[in-house]
């Protein structure tokens, strides 16, 4: 299996979410301003809601990505008070005819001092035992 992990923060908290996965996936952590130039199977992609939605930056990653590189679209990300980007994120992917995994990780990332120190050790370990799903 081949893997590429992007993300796209601006608290750090995805960040710090995508770093970790990346390590146990064998692969560096970039932001969606680095695009995917190796065929892979799985594409982690690392978001948030900000406003309510998917930033525009990550509609226009997704829209941007190319079907004969990407096997498989793998969400994952932090947020303060909503939890799952994945309806967002897969109906960006849908446009540009990449599947979605089912599966995906989210946990609470810290925000004005809501959910101090999150994503913590306990989130990082969750993250970890969900990556190991796809090795």
């Known amino acids: 299996m081949s893997f590429a992990v992007r993300y796209y923060t601006k608290t750090g908290n995805t960040k710090r979410l995508a770093e970790a996965v990346a390590r146990e996936l064998g692969v560096e952590a970039l932001p969606i301003s680095e695009p995917v130039t ?30 004969s590189k990407v096997g498989k679209i793998v969400n994952f990300g932090t947020a303060a008070m909503l939890k799952s980007t994945y309806k967002k994120v897969k109906a960006e992917a849908d446009k540009v005819g990449i599947p979605m995994d089912p599966r995906e990780f989210h946990c609470k990332g810290e925000f004005k001092g809501a959910h101090k120190g999150r994503p913590n050790e306990d989130d990082i370990k969750a993250a970890l035992e969900f990556v190991r799903q796809f090795k």
Request: net charge negative; charged share 25%.
């Open 38 to 67: 190796e065929p892979v199977d799985y594409l982690f992609l690392g978001n948030s809601y900000y406003a309510f939605t998917i930033d525009p930056e990550v509609r226009a990653f997704v829209a941007s990505l190319d079907k």
